[in-house]
Each structure stands twice: as C-alpha cells, then as structure tokens.
C-alpha cells in the first residue's frame, strides 16, 4: 500500500481543481461578479464625463443653429453623435 | 602563479634526470636496462630490445614513495624514451612507439613545457604516421615538431 | 572506539529500488504528454486572445506571460520524460582489450582509482568513506584497484591546529595526495591526482560518498562500449529526516505535559506524519527519472560523486582543450600584430601559460565538462545513467547549507548558459541541446514563480481580476490542461512522491532568483564546499521573503473576507478562485520555513560536532 502514496498529492490536486471550479461556479450563478466595474488600486472610481464650458457653448451654438435653420436635421444629428462620443469615457462605451 | 612556480622546480628536476650529459647529481643512478612497455599511455614494441637510460630514485630517499614518483606523469615517460640533448635541442626518438593515448599526449606535454621553461625545445624523429595524424587530430602539430 | 555521528542511526537504511520500467506506463505517459500540450496551446490561444480582462492589463499580462512560459516547461518536461532507455548490463570488465582498442599493444588487465575528495571534512567522517570503498568487492584479483584520498585541505600533520588526514590514509592503508594550492577547486583537485595516477578507469567519490560493495561491479561493465565516456550513479541521501507524528511534534512545541491532553493530541493527529525529507533532500526524481530519462538521448550529466569515467575520455577533451586555447590564443595575437615573427616569439609563452585541465575550471564542473564530452564530434562520447544506487550520502541538515549548494547549482548551470550555451554549441545533437536547455530553462522557474505567488495578493487589495470573466469558457479550457498535466506528472513520475519537490520547487524562487541575479551582474560563481555537518543557525534571510508573501496573503484574505462579509465584494467568485490558490502556495512556502526552524528528535541525536 506505501507504494502507492505518491498517488495521494496528484488526486488531491485533481479534486482540489474540479471542486473549486465548481464553487467558483455555483457562486457566479448565486451572486454574478461585476466584471468591468471593479475599482482597482489604480482607478479610484469610474470616471464620469465632464462638461467643460466651451462643450457646453459648443451644445448651445449647435442648438441656436439648428433652431435657426442653418444647419440641417441630418448634420445636427451628425455633430450630436461626434459630441457625446467626444466626451466619453471608454469604460462607458464599452457598456 | 603558485602553479607555475612548482612546476618550475620540478622541471629542474626533470632536467636533471633527463639530460646526463648535464648533471653530476650523484643521488641519480643511471642505468642501462631492457624497457618493457612501463606504462600503455606510451607503449614501446616489446618485440625489439631497446636500450634507454632509465633513471631510478635513490634508495636513501623513502621507499615508499619510489612507486609514487616512478608513477608520475611525465616522469615514466622520460624514463622510457631515449632521447639526446644537442644544442638546445631535445632529441627523442619515437621509433618503438606505436601507440599513443591522450594521457601519454598530455605526458608528452608535461615534458615539452617543462623542457620549455629551460629554453631546451623538443624535437622528435622516426615518428610513425599513425602517431602523427593523432597530434594533428588534436590540434597539436603546430605545438610538437618532428622531424 | 570510534567517533559517533548524527547518521550513525540511519546506517541500516535501505535504498530504493529504481522504477522499473513499464512500455504501457511509458505509452500512457507520451499519449497523456501530448493530449496535455495540445490543451495547453488551445488554453494559451485562448487565454491570450479573448480572456484578458482590459481594465487591468498591468495585471492580466504578466501573469498569461507567467502562465506562458511554464507552459514551456510542461513542453520541455515531456520531451525529457519520454521514455527510459536503460544501458544494458554488462559484467565487469577484467581486461584493458575489454574496453579499449588496443591497436597492438600489449594486453593486460585494467587498472582502477578510486578517489576520494575532500577538503575540510571531518576525517573520521572520509575514514568511513575509505574503509566502504576498501570493501568494494571485484571478481578479478589481477586487476589493481588503488584508493587515493585527495585532500585539499593539506592536512598533512604541517598544521597543527588541523585534524591529519594523512594519518587517517596511512592508518587505513591507502595512498594520499596533496597539492600546495587550490585552483580550481574540485576540478583542480581531480587534475592534479589525474597528473598522478594512472588507472584506465576512476571513480570519484567526495568525502561523505560511502561506496557500496557492488560499486564497481555493477558499472565497470558498461565501459566494454568503448565510446562510454563516464557512468554516473544516483547520488542516495541515507539521512533525510524522518517522519514524525503530528501530535508529537504538537506535544513538543507546545509544551503538552497533561497525559490527558497528550493522548488527546495523539488521537486526532497521531496518524499524520510530517517533516519526512524536510529539506526536500531526496534526489530520486532526479537521479531516477530526470536523468536516468536522459539516457533516451544519451544526454544523461555528470553530477560528480558517485561517477566512474574513461581516462582516455577526459584526457582526450583535456589535451583537445589545450591545443585549442593556445590556437585562440594565437589568433588573438595574429589580430593584434600582423608579423608572424612575432608570434614565433611569443608562442613558448603562450604555450607555458596553457594549462592541460581535465575537468573544467568551474563552479559546476561536472556539467560543463559532461557537455563538453557530449559536444566532441570526432569520438561521439556516451554516457551513463546507472539506475541502481551503489553508494550512499550525506545530505545538508540545514536550510543555511542547503541554500548555498542549491545556489551553487544554479548558478553554476546559470554561468554556462550565458557563457557557453549548450543550446549554441556545434556537437550537440538536438536531443542533448533540449535536455540541457531544460536544466538551464529551470533556473529560470523564479520569474513566473513570483508571478504566481504575487498574483492572489495583487487581486485581494485591488479586486481587479486578471480575466474577463469566471464564464464557463474559463474551465472548459483551463481544467482538462491542469488535470491532464497532473496526470502527465503522475506517469512520468511514477513511483515518486512528488510532494516535497513541488513544494521546493515553489519555496525555491527567492534564492533562486538571487543566484540568477549574482550570474546576471557577472559576479564570479564561487565553489563553495558543501558543509556536511549540521549548523542550526536560525535561517530568518532565506525565508524573509516568503514570511513577506504569507502575511500579504493571509492579510489580504482576512480583507476580503471583511469586504464579503459587509456585502462589498465586488466578486465573491474570484476570491474564491484566489483563495485556493493561496492555500497551495502557503503550504508550499511554510515547508521552507518549517525547515528553517527544524531540529532533529533530541530523544535519540547524537551530536555530531
């Protein structure tokens, strides 16, 4: 029987393996992680974007234009879109 | 260096034994006697009765170590090769060799440098061509000259 | 009445037998070692271009390169493992015509060294050495077997303050040689009783080496190959520590007095043993698979005690060596200064300065000269793992010594792969380059080692997961490559407890690094002798650092625990995951610690000094 000691560690490990799979499993289907927002050492917290003035003047010159007429529905919309890119943070395109 | 240093004396020893003509040593006796094959690493024909000077250590000095030095390498070598010493030059003559192993190699080189250090260059002649391509093989013909 | 030592007690202990060797096991093993590289390249595929978590690359990056580069280690674990291909076994050889062409000399039997190394030991200990290896057995009473300690020490009665050797050789009836200085250490030691001796085989033993009767029975047979350059047996430790009860060991740190109490302990943990082998001394996975595998492609190296090697073999490498540094020396001087006169000049010079040296000159001698051997093109050198053990030795009892020889090793090997890499050298065949690069890419084992060791910690206090997600996709290509490798170790090591080498191969990265640093900042490897005697000093350097990696794991756990526990945690899943981990690797650190503070059972030790 000693001659089969050696066995003993790699079955254990084995086991040891497919037992914390399962856990770690069993527990994401209790309680999912949220991957993606987690605060890190080197990220305080998720970055909300901020609206300098000139942005805010660029929105408000965009607005008076497309009330006025100067610019068209399709070029508004356009510009819109290039703006709110602009000024996100990657993290929140990801979402 | 310390190295060196002993090697130099020894090779005035060496000297000594080697070159008759040189030495007055009277602790050395110098006899005429049959070689038979002292050691593989440089094996004579056994068939032809060479005659070479074989240098033996005195009784006086301890018995117990007389096999010891005769073991030396280097040492059986110059007992087993006749040689002459001409103009700086150290002649031996390697007609009754026939083989020749790395060991019996590195005994010959143990000579040559311990001859060198004395400013005696070795030459050897009726070198058989088996014996030559082994020093080339190795790299050594530039090392050893024969003639 | 002789002098008593601590091993004293341990001189009935039995070796093992070697593995047999098993084709279906070895089939199983190829099969399974294959199954587990391609689930490793589809893990590493997989790993590296879906599953690094982005947010934190500074984290996910270095531990899929860790994960990497042991991959390598699996490939390279397989391929050394392939399959065992025992010499076959010869009877012991009676004439020099047995193992060498004679080309017309003069037949005669062979001649045999015995040499013993020493240098500081204790001379009762090298006169147990010397009285074993008079009792080495031979059939042929013709055929000269001369014993030769080679003491290094000079302890030739001159010094009166030092023990004498030459005494002990002389009362023992065998020959002794000294030299005036210490070049080269070992290797000079060899060279200089190679200059003195003249037997067609020698067998080198260091001090402690207490040779079988069988020694050379058993081996000198292989030589009637006459293109086997030297036979290497397994080096066996006869005084490993042994196996204690947990509860006694718990009783005696504890100060349990109680009788109750004791027999309390004694139930739950008497069954338990622990602190067998605690320095991880036992080299049976090396000599027994590692190296006896190396047979496979005639690659198996020479570790020195315990080895009998072909005169012709090492004296043809000797001389070779020779006549090539003074041909390098020469170029050089050709670069230097065109006129050949010159030269001519200098060439008595060079060729005094050149040295003939059998063994190289080197912190890990036996190895370098093994390659050496192994890369000569013109004679194609064997050589030989003998299987069975024909001597038994002393092993460090403690972790100070025991990190200093390891540390030797490794940065021994170290200096030749920066300096002369097997990998590069011409001769070689791929076989025997891959096998020496293993021993070298070992050495390397720190820097993902660290990896893994640091990682659980990096997750506890910056919960940032190196992965994108515990999904399915996770275990279904990382689970069958870790059990598929499990088993994969299990075959090739079939026989062998494992245990204690995983756990130093873990434990090992602090030191192991330093010796990789003190290679890489060009300091000169020193041949330190192994002392072979015990020093319990408390060995609080080496295991600084994993005292350093315990407490971060056990402090961040106990953080995150906290951070779960208030409903915080972002991912209760991935401290799960970490957790077990962490758990593997403590266990395997506290083994250096346990052995830093490990002593004997004081009940039955005889003190040695």
């Not at chain 3, 290497?232 to 204690?244: G, H, K, L, V």
């Not at chain 3, 660290?450 to 290509?477: E, G, N, R, T």
Request: aromatic content about 14%; hydrophobic content about 40%; some cysteine.
């Amino acid at each position: 029987m000693k001659n089969y000691t050696f066995l003993i560690k790699p079955f254990f490990f084995i086991f040891s393996l497919i037992f914390s799979t399962w856990l770690v499993l069993a527990i994401e289907k209790i309680r999912p992680s949220d991957f993606g927002q987690i605060k890190t050492l080197f990220e305080k917290e998720i970055k909300q974007p901020k609206i300098s003035k000139t942005d805010k003047q660029y929105l408000k010159d965009l607005f008076s234009q497309y009330k006025l007429g100067s610019i068209d529905s399709a070029t508004f919309d356009k510009r819109l879109e290039s703006f709110v890119i602009s000024i996100q943070s990657p993290l929140i395109i990801k979402k | 260096m310390e190295n060196s240093l002993n090697a130099s004396q020894e090779s005035d020893k060496a000297l000594d034994r080697l070159i008759p003509e040189a030495s007055n040593d009277s602790k050395l006796i110098i006899e005429t006697k049959e070689v038979r094959s002292l050691d593989d690493s440089i094996n004579l024909e056994t068939n032809s009765p060479t005659i070479s000077p074989t240098v033996q250590k005195d009784e006086s000095s301890t018995n117990a170590e007389t096999e010891e030095i005769f073991q030396l390498r280097g040492e059986d070598v110059k007992n087993t090769l006749s040689g002459v010493y001409f103009q700086g030059v150290q002649y031996f003559d390697l007609k009754n060799v026939n083989f020749i192993n790395n060991t019996g190699i590195a005994n010959l080189i143990d000579l040559l440098k311990s001859l060198l250090e004395q400013g005696v260059v070795i030459k050897f002649v009726n070198v058989k061509d088996k014996i030559k391509t082994k020093f080339k093989s190795l790299g050594l013909d530039s090392i050893f000259h024969f003639s | 009445m002789s002098k008593q030592f601590y091993f004293d007690k341990f001189e009935d202990r039995k070796p093992y037998s070697a593995i047999t060797d098993n084709k279906y096991r070895t089939w199983m093993f190829q099969f399974f070692g294959i199954v587990t590289i391609v689930l490793g390249i589809a893990y590493l595929n997989w790993r590296w271009r879906y599953s690094l978590n982005p947010d934190a690359l500074w984290f996910a990056i270095p531990l899929v390169l860790a994960e990497t580069l042991s991959y390598v280690s699996t490939i390279l674990v397989v391929f050394n493992f392939w399959s065992y291909k025992d010499p076959k076994k010869s009877p012991p050889v009676h004439y020099l015509s047995e193992i060498e062409d004679l080309q017309g000399r003069r037949d005669r039997p062979v001649k045999i060294d015995i040499f013993i190394a020493t240098y500081n030991e204790d001379v009762e200990l090298v006169r147990q050495s010397i009285i074993d290896a008079k009792k080495i057995i031979y059939p042929f009473s013709d055929v000269q077997i001369k014993i030769y300690v080679l003491d290094d020490g000079r302890r030739d009665g001159r010094d009166p303050a030092k023990e004498n050797m030459k005494k002990v050789a002389e009362e023992e009836g065998v020959n002794y040689k000294i030299r005036e200085h210490n070049k080269g250490y070992k290797a000079g030691n060899l060279k200089n009783a190679l200059e003195h001796t003249t037997g067609d085989l020698f067998a080198i033993l260091d001090a402690d080496t207490r040779a079988f009767p069988s020694f050379l029975v058993n081996t000198t047979g292989y030589f009637r190959r006459d293109k086997v350059a030297w036979v290497q047996t397994p080096q066996w430790f006869y005084d490993t520590s042994e196996a204690e009860p947990l509860s006694s060991v718990i009783n005696r740190n504890l100060k349990i007095e109680n009788k109750n109490l004791i027999r309390l302990v004694d139930s739950v943990f008497g069954r338990i043993k622990i602190n067998e082998d605690i320095f991880g001394n036992d080299p049976r996975l090396f000599y027994d698979v590692i190296l006896r595998k190396r047979n496979f492609y005639n690659a198996a190296f020479c570790c020195g005690a315990g080895s009998i090697h072909r005169r012709d073999a090492i004296m043809n490498l000797a001389v070779k060596d020779f006549a090539d540094g003074i041909k390098r020396l020469e170029e050089d001087l050709l670069n230097k200064h065109a006129a050949s006169n010159i030269i001519e000049d200098q060439k008595k010079d060079l060729v005094l300065k050149q040295e003939i040296i059998p063994f190289k000159f080197h912190a890990s001698e036996d190895i370098y000269t093994s390659i050496m051997l192994h890369a000569d093109k013109e004679n194609r050198w064997e050589s030989i793992q003998h299987p069975d053990i024909e001597c038994k030795m002393l092993s460090t009892q403690d972790l100070d010594s025991w990190v200093k020889q390891h540390q030797r090793y490794a940065a021994g090997s170290l200096d030749i792969a920066f300096k002369d890499n097997p990998v590069f050298k011409n001769g070689l065949t791929l076989g025997q380059k891959i096998s020496y690069f293993t021993t070298i890419w070992s050495y390397f084992a720190p820097f993902w080692i660290l990896i893994f060791l640091l990682s659980p910690v990096a997750f506890f206090f910056s919960l940032a997961l190196p992965v994108q997600a515990y999904s399915f996709d996770f275990f279904k290509y990382f689970l069958p490559f870790q059990i598929m490798n499990t088993i994969t170790i299990m075959l090739g090591c079939w026989g062998i407890s494992t245990k204690r080498g995983d756990q130093y191969y873990i434990s090992s990265f602090w030191f192991m690094l330093m010796a990789l640093l003190t290679v890489l900042r060009g300091k000169e490897v020193k041949f330190n002798v192994t002392p072979k005697g015990k020093h319990f000093a408390k060995n609080t350097q080496h295991i600084l650092p994993h005292i350093i990696i315990i407490s971060l794991t056990l402090i961040g756990m106990l953080y995150n625990a906290i951070l779960l526990y208030l409903g915080k945690h972002p991912t209760a899943s991935g401290f799960a995951a970490n957790a077990f981990w962490c758990i593997f690797n403590i266990v395997a650190l506290s083994v250096m610690i346990r052995a830093a503070y490990w002593k004997p059972l004081e009940t039955d030790s005889v003190d040695g000094n």
